[in-house]
Structure formats: C-alpha cells, structure tokens
C-alpha cells in the first residue's frame, strides 16, 4: 500500500514538469523560431525545482527587464525608505519683502518632480514674505554628471519621450506636451522655454522638435481638426525646470530681478523648503509604466550614495555587478551600460533574471513584497494592462515587460493552481516587424504555466 502510494506521488512529481515541458516545447515549435532565438527558465520558488529551461545561459538584449536590476538594486542598496529631494536655499540677506540675494534649487535627481511640486516651495517663499528677489535663480546640479543620455541610446530616437534627457534637476518628465483642441496647438505646461513653429501645408501632419539643430522649436507639419496629443522631449531640462520655476514665481507675484544660472557646486545657504520623494513611489513609476527616467536616476542615486558627486551611471552600474555577483554569477559574462535596457549594449540572461528574482524572494522578504507589487499585473495595469485578459493568467502574472527593435522579453512571477510562486523570465531576440507575435507567445507561456 505505502509502496503504490510512494510510485503514485512519483510519478505525479515526474509527470507535471514533463507535461509543462510538452506544452512550452510545443509553443516554441512555431516557424516564429527558426529565426527568432529565445532563451527561457522557469523556477518554482516553493519547491526549489527548476521547471523548464531552453538557452536560459545565452546572453540577449534585456531592452526594459533590466529595470529588474536596476530596481532590484535599489531595495537592497537604497533601502525602500531612500527619498529623492529636491532642496530650495536662499543666500544673502531678507529685510521687509526683499530677499537680497539669490534663491538656489540643489536637484537630487528626483524624477518624477512636477510643476505641481514647485507650489511647496511657493508655499514656502510667501511664509518668508518675500516678494522680490534681487540676485538670481539658481539651479545646482552638482549630484550627477553632465551626460544627458546613457551609452549607446540612439541618435534618432530623439525627441522621442521615450529618450528623455537626463539631469539632476528633472521636471514633468523632461518633456512637453502639445495638445490639439480643433486643430489649435496648446503647449502643456504654457511657458516660454519652448517655441511654437507651425507649417500648415499638404504635408502628412506630424510634430517635431529641431533635434538637428539641438534646439526646443517644436515644429508641427500639417493640419488637423482631431484632438490629438504629442509628448516631446526638452534640450536643457535643467533649464526647463528653473523657467517653469521663475514663470511660476511670476504668476505667484514673486519677481526675479536676475538671471537663471546653474552651477556645479556652492555654498547653498540657508534651506527654505525640500520635496521629497519616496523610493516606494519611484519604483512603481518604473516597473508598471517601464519609465526610462525614473530608472536612470534610480542608477545615479546608488552611485551618489555609495560613490558620492558627481554620480555617474558606471559607479551605479558597480553595485549591479557586485549584486551579480552576489548569485553566483560571474559579473563579467554580463555587460550593463544603463539602468532602463533602453541600450542595445546591455546583454544579460534568462538565467540571471530568475536567479535575481528568486534571491530576492528567499533572502528579502520585504523587498520582494515591494518588488512584486511594482511589477504590472496581466489584464489589469500598466504595460500588461491589455494582455491576458480572459485566460487563467488574468490578474496573476506580475512581470516586467521590456521591447526595442527586434527584442522582446517578459520576466517576473506567478501563481500556480496549486498556490506555487512561480519565476520566469522569457527572452525573445532577432525578429523582423511588430513584436506582437513575440508578445502572443510570451502570453500562451504563462497561460500554460498559470494552469500548473
């Protein structure tokens, strides 16, 4: 009797990861991959087995799965209560509703910073009764270097705003928009900083900005009578952000009397007020809308803690390797150049991403927690709000999506039938046109693997 019970529970034990393997193969048969390479693992986290894997040690383009890392790092380096602060200063002397001197905004990299929070330090300049300033507005950027793009980020993906500059001082993304209301353009926010060129011809209407000449004259081609909206990217953003403060000022009754200027470095005076902003709401930001900015900067504020000013995404990127490292991995198989996977240089493996997201499992519970509820959830949010709807891995599958040219790739975790976490990572590479097959596939996989 003990002995059938024995065979029986073996056999149920051999048999489901064979049938999952049956099923994924049986996926993977499709002519889409005899062209398309795939590499792919899946782990059951509560019972420590490896349920399939295919090319899971070959190395692929992450494109935004590397915000895996890149967040990952961040909860166990910066811990979930780091704050991205944005400081307001003021030198010189006040006397009646004079401030002699200047006003310093010191950027902390905060990048999800908006017109909205330049109202806190309005609040703040009317407790102090000023009502003009004499010197200047000045914006310090001293927290990170002076590159505003990560290496290997494509010339021509410009003014995308998926390619947002990059700064200490971010403001409304680094981006504008232009809304059409009857064919009428109406910038958003409404400022200055930006020049309006409208060319109402026969031509395909589209809009631009003169990225050629590394300038913010949005230019828009055509016409239309839809209500349509483009987002833009902004040369300078540092800038940008120091404009909007001083248009904003403007409309408070606040006058400037000097210039907008930016340094790297100064004694910052006295501190009149900071914005603060949680890691906890960062991370969201960057898993579920897959945010390019909000990982880049997550990458600067570990290299400013553990390596100081000016951070650089190569000292972020050390803590990266000595996290993979921390596997059992070899980091130098690896090559990372940003934190976003918007690079063509980053490659990394299926096999790296499960063994990331099961260390955190097991080793940070807390952190895993934070991790897993950032990550959209299949039919329900985010980047994976309309995939998987109507299958069993509705309102399961918490993963990370990531595509460029050619790459797509989901990886996260899942609950079996049998209450299983499940971690998986799906890599697909070398495809010609949309990725939607790719992405169909990535779906039938984790149907299958929600019916465990």
């Known amino acids: 009797m003990l002995k059938n ?62 915000k895996i890392l890149t967040s990952a790092a961040a909860l166990i380096y910066l811990g979930e209560g780091y704050n991205f602060t944005t400081n ?19 950027g902390g990299c905060d990048p999800d910073f908006s017109i909205l929070d330049l109202q ?15 010197g200047n507005l000045i914006g310090d950027v001293s927290f990170k270097d002076s590159l505003f793009w990560g290496k290997g980020w494509m010339w021509d993906d410009d003014p995308s705003a998926d390619a947002p500059r990059l700064s200490a001082l971010n403001i409304n993304d680094n981006c504008i928009e232009i809304n059409f209301e009857n064919g ?15 060319h109402q011809n026969d031509s395909l209407f589209f809009v631009d900005r003169d990225w050629l000449n590394n300038t913010n004259k949005i230019i828009i081609y055509g016409h239309t009578e839809e209500n349509v909206s483009f987002k833009i990217n902004i040369v300078n953003p540092e800038r940008y952000f120091l404009t909007l403060f001083k248009e904003v000022l403007d409309s408070n009754d606040i006058k400037i009397l000097g210039d907008i200027k930016l340094v790297k470095f100064r004694n910052p005076g006295f501190l009149i007020s900071s914005v603060k902003r949680s890691y906890r709401d960062v991370i969201i930001n960057i898993n579920k809308n897959s945010d390019n900015l909000s990982a880049e900067m997550t990458l600067y504020a570990i290299a400013e803690k553990y390596f100081g000013r000016p951070a650089t995404a190569g000292n972020g990127l050390k803590k990266i390797y000595e996290l993979i490292d921390s596997l059992g991995f070899d980091s130098e198989n690896y ?15 299926s096999e790296l991403i499960v063994k990331l997201l099961k260390y ?24 994976l709000e309309d995939r998987m709807k109507f299958t069993n891995a509705f309102n399961n599958v918490h993963a990370k999506t990531g595509t460029l040219t050619g790459v797509s790739c989901l990886s996260g975790y899942l609950t ?21 097959r790719a992405r169909d596939f990535q779906d039938k996989i984790c149907e299958i693997l929600s019916s465990y």
């Open 360 to 383: 955190i499992y097991q080793k940070y519970p807390l952190q895993f927690q934070l991790l897993y509820d950032s990550f959209p959830i299949a039919g329900v949010d985010g980047t």
């Open 416 to 436: 079996s039938k049998k209450k299983h976490i499940l971690a998986f990572s799906i890599m697909m590479q070398n495809f010609v046109g949309s990725s939607k």
């Open 184 to 198: 009428v353009p109406v910038l958003s926010p409404v400022t200055s900083y930006v020049q309006l060129m409208h």
């Open 88 to 106: 307001l200063f003021y030198d010189g002397h006040i006397s009646n509703d004079t401030l002699y001197g200047d006003l310093i905004v010191e």
């Open 120 to 134: 806190t330090f309005i609040s703040a300049i009317r407790g102090l009764n000023i009502n003009v300033v004499t």
């Open 5 to 66: 019970i024995f065979l029986s529970f073996l056999f149920i034990s051999l048999a489901l990861p064979q049938n999952i393997s049956n099923k994924i193969n049986k996926v993977l048969k499709d002519k889409f991959f005899d062209t398309c390479l795939v590499s792919l693992q899946v782990e059951d986290l509560t019972t420590n087995k490896t349920l399939f894997r295919k090319n899971e040690k070959v190395i692929l383009r992450p494109a935004s799965n590397m």
């Open 335 to 349: 090559r990372l150049v940003d934190g976003s996977g918007v690079s063509h240089y980053n490659v990394l493996s």
